[in-house]
């Protein structure tokens, strides 16, 4: 059977893809951010997934608000960079697994999670910038990624627990595949921040370790937390944390901390990179 | 779901809600036309004539023209979309959101450097 071997969060900050594209990661601002990456780059490197799967949200590329599905399943060979209004980002295209993916989707919905398929999707920097941090400016992808696009553009975004439960689900899923492959799966997003009205800058930092420190030891209490904590203390687009909690619900109850490293800014946002294993 | 919601006394925050989504449709969908590198063509060609295709009231029209990235939030845009806007012009997302609090962009940059806005500290101007 295939198998998770270990689960990733990171935040997904555009400007650090641009810091990355534009070779600037050496500047004062940026060196210290990209000196914390390094422990989870070499994990990364070390464990070699076959497969990751990363869960992210699209900002107005894939979808607009003519549709929005809240949980949605790419399941195509490969996903082109998006234009998100000011060219695609120069990085590879992403190649997909469409034989896991459509397992996947079949596992999923027969599991009661209602997902959407979508067969041809650009993928933006939600779900790219995360492999620039993981892999850094390869030629190629070193894995195929299976996308896995959460609605928290347009509130109600589902809520944690609901992720929390859909990572369980996919956890059951990989399980049942007939492959061998070993999984990775990336939750995306946060922490906190907030980009948009007057209280933008808005960082905190004592919620985001209690996250962090929740999400490894006790994470079915941090899937209760309501929508509304987050938007007052984790800022209003720090509710894009509920994506981590579908890595955290893909491993077992216990989990082993490998690295943590935060840092801010990164633009506007407090970011966090976290890196677990299976106990 | 009608009425106030749990969120709205959240100082200086805009939930980016279903009440917002109705009202920003026409925007959002004239923002979101930005993906692609020959509107934003036509666009800067004559703004007023590109926002002739989309049926935006005359205060989302207004707010786009005058560059007024806060009203443009109050009168139904998201923020993701009005960045597409804010690229359009050379802006990054950091002027973008520091433009939303009345600060300087050097301030508001500067507040970030040491640690962002404090959950103890109010926005940066008056309450929403």
Redesign the interface.
């Known amino acids: 059977m295939a198998r998770l071997v270990g689960g990733v969060g990171c935040s997904h900050v555009?400007?650090v893809g641009a810091a990355i594209d534009k070779g600037r990661t050496e500047e004062p601002y940026w060196a210290p951010y990209f000196a914390k990456v390094e422990p989870a780059r070499r994990w990364i490197a070390e464990t070699a997934p076959d497969v990751c799967i990363v869960v992210y949200n699209d900002?107005?590329?894939a979808f607009?608000?003519?549709v929005i599905p809240t949980f949605a399943l790419g399941l195509a060979d490969e996903f082109p960079p998006?234009?998100?209004?000011?060219?695609p980002r120069p990085v590879p295209v992403v190649q997909g697994h469409p034989e896991l993916a459509w397992h996947l989707a079949e596992s999923l919905v027969l599991d009661e999670f209602d997902l959407t398929y979508v067969n041809e999707m650009p993928v933006d920097h939600g779900l790219t910038v995360p492999l620039s941090v993981m892999f850094g400016q390869p030629d190629a992808w070193p894995c195929p990624v299976i996308p896995l696009c959460v609605n928290v553009?347009?509130?109600?975004p589902p809520t944690g627990r609901r992720c929390y439960h859909l990572g369980q689900a996919i956890r059951r899923a990989v399980e049942s595949y007939p492959g061998a492959e070993r999984v990775v799966v990336l939750g995306t997003g946060g922490m906190s921040?907030?980009?948009?009205?007057?209280?933008?800058?808005?960082?905190?930092?004592?919620?985001d370790t209690r996250f962090l420190d929740g999400l490894v030891e006790d994470p079915a209490a941090i899937a209760a937390i309501p929508?509304?904590r987050y938007?007052?203390?984790a800022g209003?687009e720090g509710i894009e944390l509920v994506m981590w909690l579908v890595m955290r619900g893909a491993l077992g109850p216990r989990v082993r901390e490998v690295y943590r490293a935060t840092h801010?800014?990164t633009?506007?946002t407090?970011n966090g990179l976290l890196v677990l294993e299976e106990a | 779901m009608s009425g106030p919601r749990e969120y709205d006394d959240i100082p200086g925050t805009i939930v980016f809600d279903g009440r917002r989504a109705r009202r920003g449709y026409p925007l959002n969908k004239f923002l979101m036309s930005l993906n692609r590198p020959e509107n934003r063509d036509a666009f800067r060609a004559d703004e007023r004539a590109y926002l002739d295709r989309f049926p935006l009231d005359a205060e989302q029209r207004a707010a786009v023209l005058g560059r007024r990235w806060l009203r443009l939030l109050e009168v139904g845009g998201n923020v993701y979309y009005t960045y597409k806007l804010a690229a359009c012009d050379g802006m990054t997302f950091q002027d973008l959101a520091g433009e939303h609090t009345g600060m300087s962009p050097e301030d508001f940059a500067e507040m970030m450097l040491s640690g962002g806005r404090h959950p103890d500290a109010g926005p940066a101007e008056g309450e929403r």
């Open positions: 555009p400007a900002h107005a590329s607009s608000l003519e998006a234009d998100e209004g000011y060219g553009v347009q509130y109600p921040h907030q980009l948009q009205a007057e209280r933008a800058g808005f960082i905190n930092v004592d919620f929508h509304i938007l007052r203390e209003s801010v800014p633009s506007n407090h």
